[in-house]
Nanobody, 124 residues
Framework: QVHLMESGGGSVQAGGPLRLSCAAP????????LGWFRQAPGKEREGVATIARDGNTRYAESLKGRFTISKDNAKYILYLQMNSLKPEDTAMYYC??????????????????WGQGTQVTVSS
């Protein structure tokens, strides 16, 4: 059973930063497309960012400049650095993995492995 485990969620005031982490198996960190997705209450899950095995990154247009995805191939951890947080960023955040070898699109249908999620709440 694949095990992706998110951490780092919590409550933060608007304007503040937060960094999420996702522990993944070694073979996924080094060879898979990894991504962050989020789901706000009453809304569909949406893509946040992805990072390909070669380190290339993609972001949802609305989040560019505030969020940064990265990974540590030695520690097998995926990160999401979130800055200048807004109340509308409140959501459950999920990390996900895909064995796709090509472009790492922000497309949920490509991702077959998911963590349980970590809650981020931004207060105004």
């Amino acid at each position: 059973q694949v095990h992706l485990m998110e951490s780092g969620g919590g409550s933060v005031q608007a304007g503040g930063p937060l960094r999420l982490s996702c522990a993944a198996p070694e073979y996924m960190t080094n060879n898979y497309c990894l991504g962050w997705f989020r789901q706000a209450p009453g809304k569909e899950r949406e893509g946040v960012a992805t990072i390909a095995r070669d380190g290339n990154t993609r972001y949802a247009e609305s989040l560019k400049g505030r969020f940064t995805i990265s990974k540590d191939n030695a520690k097998y951890i995926l990160y999401l650095q979130m800055n200048s947080l807004k109340p509308e960023d409140t959501a459950m955040y999920y990390c996900a993995a895909s064995p796709i070898s090509g472009y790492c699109y922000i497309d949920q249908s490509h991702f077959g492995y998911w963590g349980q999620g970590t809650q981020v709440t931004v207060s105004s």
